[in-house]
């Protein structure tokens, strides 16, 4: 495809970036976007099946914690994210999608569990709802080094690198580019980032990347075509 059939699809305003991080080499520029999708499916996939992973091991802990229903529990009257305004914005996402159950006659916990949004797992160790679930949920990590007196890993540890992974997912979702800095170099470092924090998280969580992501995990390598553009 010629660059100008290229661009009047994807726009103009959007490729800039491209163009500029390629000196204005057209070809250059196309293959940079086609890798930056490849980049950014690739990155979804594993971010997927952490996502996965994560919620069903918090989901774990809550139900031994606070019941089977405990994720409907905490928005009724009296529920841990009923009444405490720093929490409106979990309750408000829990409560739609319960009451969208509720109106079809399809609740069960388990499909209201996948109607949550990545936030609302990574919410869970910020540090008002970490407190109000009675700081249990860092069980979620067996594997987690001892905090020294440097290094504290915490519960707000833990948020600031599901922020991290939260941030990529939003990015891409938002068919948003993942190949560059803060200015229009080409670089990796987000994605890196991302994944390394993944990689950590699960093995806090006693699941080895390796067998899980069999066959699935190109990130290293679909890296290495982005930055030789």
């Not at 520029?29 to 992973?53: D, P």
């Not at 609302?120 to 109000?132: A, D, I, P, T």
């Not at 987690?144 to 941030?167: E, G, M, Q, R, W």
Request: glycine content about 4%; proline content about 3%.
């Amino acid at each position: 495809m010629k660059y100008e059939e290229f661009e009047d699809i994807i726009s103009p305003e959007r490729m800039q970036r491209y163009l500029q991080a390629c000196a204005n080499n057209t070809k250059k520029a196309m293959t940079l976007y086609r890798y930056n999708l490849k980049l950014s499916q690739e990155m979804f996939t594993i971010i997927s099946c952490f996502e996965v992973a994560i919620r069903n091991r918090i989901d774990k802990v809550m139900k031994q914690n606070f019941g089977n229903d405990w994720l409907r529990d905490s928005i009724l009257p009296g529920g841990r994210f009923d009444s405490d305004p720093r929490v409106l914005g979990t309750k408000k996402i829990i409560k739609k999608a319960y009451e969208d159950l509720l109106r079809n006659n399809n609740y069960t916990h388990t499909k209201l569990l996948a109607e949550m949004e990545f936030g609302v797992w990574k919410f869970m160790y910020n540090n008002v709802q970490y407190r109000l679930v009675n700081r249990c949920l860092l069980s979620v990590f067996p594997n987690k080094p001892t905090s020294t007196p440097t290094l504290h890993y915490d519960n707000t540890f833990v948020f600031a690198k599901l922020d991290c992974i939260n941030i990529v997912r939003n990015r891409i979702a938002h068919h948003e580019p993942v190949c560059f800095g803060n200015s229009n170099t080409i670089v990796t470092r987000m994605i890196v980032d991302c994944y390394n924090s993944i990689e950590l998280l699960f093995g806090w969580m006693g699941i080895n990347s390796a067998d899980f992501l069999y066959g699935l995990n190109h990130i290293n390598n679909v890296c290495k075509l982005v930055v030789g553009i």
